[in-house]
């Protein structure tokens, strides 16, 4: 999928995770609801890191192309050292590693552990980064058009006001872990990146989510839908049916979130 579409997906999954975690009498303080949406918003375009024409990899200028470039090396290497006999060599890491449920624990685990470690300034380095990318993500249209200082900007500022009133007493900063706030920090970075390769798994290419798992021989098995239900990244199905799937779907979790909550 496109962007839009995995950004949309990542705030309607944790919109719906917070109606469930309220069902289940341990509803998220609002600033949790929100942070939460905004970090999974982001965190599902950060498996396009492998990529460096995504959004991801144009988000934050030259260092994040440079990144981008790297990532897309280690995960050919990656690639190559573990694939199977009846897999075909390849030269980029586009939809490997990065694509990989592996992947996604490891970078949330990682930044829950600096949110741990470095307190304040790793949540908002954490804030930032998913901020600006959601922007990019669920209002591409205008970021596009914008200048990146201003998108970045928006991202400093929110990631500020954010990490102050998640550090009121009762709004959330130790949600989930009592004596460990921020630890949930990760949480939504997972989710964020479990959805996308769900997403992909829709297209045509699939997704080999399940590495190292060997499936029908091959370690880099790509998952999918049946053939006959897959599609292009940015056909009309897409854009047309699940991006509105989406909404009504992030829009009823939200409202659950919120009354169960009450």
Known sequence: MMGPAHSLSGAAVWL??????????HAMPWPVLVVGTLICAGAALAPDLDQPSATISRAFGPP?????????????????????KGERRRSGGHRTLTHTWVWAVLIGAGFSAAAVAWGRWAVLVTLFVHVVLAVEGLLWRMARVSSDVLVWLLGATSAW?????????????????????????GLPIVIGAVVHTLGDALTIS??????????????????????????????WVENRILMPVFVVIGAAGGVGAAVLAA
Do not use: H
Not at 64 to 84: D, E, F, M, P
Not at 161 to 183: C, K, V
Not at 206 to 235: H, V
């Open 16 to 25: 719906g995770v917070g109606a469930a975690v309220a069902y289940a009498d």
């Open 64 to 84: 994040s192309r440079l990144l981008a470039i790297l990532i897309g090396k280690i995960s050919a290497v990656v690639y190559n050292a573990t694939r199977a």
């Open 161 to 185: 006001l954010l990490a102050a009133t998640l550090d009121e007493p009762g709004n959330g900063s130790n949600w989930l872990f009592e004596d460990q706030p921020y630890l949930w920090i």
């Open 206 to 235: 699939g997704c080999p989510m399940l590495w190292p798992l060997p499936i029908a021989g091959k370690r880099w098995y790509p998952l999918g839908t049946p053939r006959f239900m897959r599609f292009r990244a940015g056909a």
